[in-house]
């Protein structure tokens, strides 16, 4: 499972759009980017997976380049709520492995009122 | 649909005691998964059940760690005797298909050993 590189954490203020980048540069051809949430005192949450240009849901959108060394998920005027630690994934869908999920030290994302 | 469930949601032990953690899936998951969080550390996987079969437990850190899933629901999680280090927060996930469905989470045990 490729590896990724998250800032430590960030902050920002409610209403305003949140983009949380994420390094991958040694993913292989078959990996698919999923991204969790965890708030305080409760389990990662799926937010959102993809494998290239641009996915979007209800809650968030997944920004990855033509190269897919990096992406980029995108909060759109988050909220206090949206306080929480996101982690970035990288692993082949399909593959059971994928499930043997490592989640480094995600991304904190703290906003302010 | 209920989620995944973990019972207790917290237990305090001492050094030497035996705990034993519960986990209920998803009804319907094959798919059961034990993760842990130790102190300041980041969350590791333990091991992994299709059904009531260990498909990989590579991740259980030691024999004091027994896993269990009778019947193919619920899995416990058994740690006897606890040691110091297995203070953390254990979580159990499941989901429907290997690797192409994404991991529903409990809330976890947090697990403290005084």
């Known amino acids: 499972l490729a590896k990724t590189t998250q800032p430590i954490s960030m902050d920002s203020y409610e209403g305003q759009e949140v983009n949380i980048t994420c390094s991958h540069n040694n993913i292989a051809t078959n990996d698919y980017i999923t991204w969790y949430q965890q708030f305080p005192s409760q389990g990662p949450r799926f937010i959102i997976q993809?494998?290239?240009t641009k996915v979007k849901n209800e809650v968030a959108s997944l920004f990855i380049p033509a190269d897919r060394k990096s992406s980029t998920l995108s909060l759109p005027r988050v909220s206090l709520s949206d306080t929480a630690v996101y982690y970035c994934?990288?692993?082949?869908?399909?593959?059971?492995?994928?499930?043997?999920?490592?989640f480094g030290t995600g991304t904190r994302l703290q906003v302010f009122p | 649909e209920a989620g995944v469930t973990q019972f207790p949601s917290h237990s305090v032990i001492e050094k030497g005691q035996t705990v034993t953690l519960r986990c209920d899936p998803i009804?319907?998951?094959?798919?059961l998964y034990w993760y842990r969080r130790v102190m300041g550390k980041e969350i590791k996987f333990l091991l992994h059940f299709v059904k009531e079969s260990k498909q990989d437990e590579s991740g259980m850190p030691n024999n004091r760690f027994l896993a269990e899933r009778t019947g193919g629901t619920y899995s416990t999680l058994k740690v006897q005797p606890a040691e110091l280090e297995d203070s953390g927060v254990y979580f159990c996930a499941s989901t429907p298909r290997q690797g192409d469905s994404p991991l529903h989470f409990g809330n976890g045990t947090r697990l403290t050993v005084t």
């Open positions: 994934l990288v692993g082949v869908r399909g593959n059971y492995n994928t499930d043997k999920l490592i």
């Open positions: 993809g494998y290239k």
């Open positions: 009804s319907g998951h094959d798919n």
